[in-house]
Every structure is written in structure tokens, then in C-alpha cells.
């Protein structure tokens, strides 16, 4: 059975930094494309980060710059890496994976940038 279990959410101040973490079960993270979504309250989910099975990654516009995806294989977890945080990054953060067609997320974890 499928599971992704975000972690790493909470309260920040701006400028502060997070790091986001997705641990993958159930499925082969080897062969699995792995995204970070974000979604901020009243608009629609955009994708902010995607690395597929290698090292390739890319980034929204919004995201370039600041943020980092990685993933451990060894530990079948994919990260996200905000730096800078603003308000505007304030959103509800999916992982995502996409194997064999099929998408797979977790629950959310939330990331409110606040003074």
C-alpha cells in the first residue's frame, strides 16, 4: 500500500529556512518521479519542484532560486529545501509520486511564514 508521510512544516519567520521531508512506501522509489506541489489558500495547486529517478531536477519560476529538491535512495525520502521564506511561500506542501501512470500523494504538511 501506497504511503507518503510529509513532515517538516510549521511556523517560520521570513527569512527563515525549512526542510521538507517526504518518506515513500509502497511504491519503487527507484523508478518513481518524485514532485513537491504547493497549495496557498484560494488558489490552485501548482507544482513547485519535480526530480525524477537521477539527479535531473526543475523548479517553478516562483521556486528557482530558493528552494532545493533532493532524494535518498537509501532511504526512499525526497526533500525539499526552502531558503529565504516569504509570505507569499505559505501554503499547504504535497509530495507527489508518479509511477507505472499512476500519482500517488501524501496528506500535506503545512508552511505559514509569518512576523
Known amino acids: 500500500q501506497v504511503q507518503l508521510v510529509e513532515s517538516g512544516g510549521g511556523l517560520v519567520h521570513p527569512g527563515g529556512l525549512l526542510k521538507l521531508s517526504c518518506a515513500a512506501s509502497?511504491?519503487?522509489?527507484?523508478?518513481?518521479?518524485m514532485n513537491w506541489y504547493r497549495q496557498a489558500p484560494g488558489k490552485q495547486r501548482e507544482l513547485v519542484a519535480t526530480?525524477?529517478?537521477?539527479?535531473?531536477?526543475a523548479y517553478a519560476a516562483s521556486a528557482k532560486g530558493r528552494f532545493t529538491i533532493s532524494r535518498d535512495s537509501a532511504k526512499n525520502t525526497v526533500y525539499l529545501q526552502i531558503n529565504s521564506l516569504k509570505p507569499e511561500d505559505t501554503a499547504v506542501y504535497y509530495c507527489?509520486?508518479?509511477?507505472?501512470?499512476?500519482?500517488?500523494w501524501g496528506q500535506g504538511t503545512l508552511v505559514t511564514v509569518s512576523s
Open positions: 509502497g511504491i519503487i522509489f527507484s523508478i518513481s518521479a
Open positions: 507527489n509520486a508518479r509511477m507505472g501512470g499512476d500519482d500517488y
Open positions: 526530480i525524477p529517478p537521477g539527479v535531473n531536477t
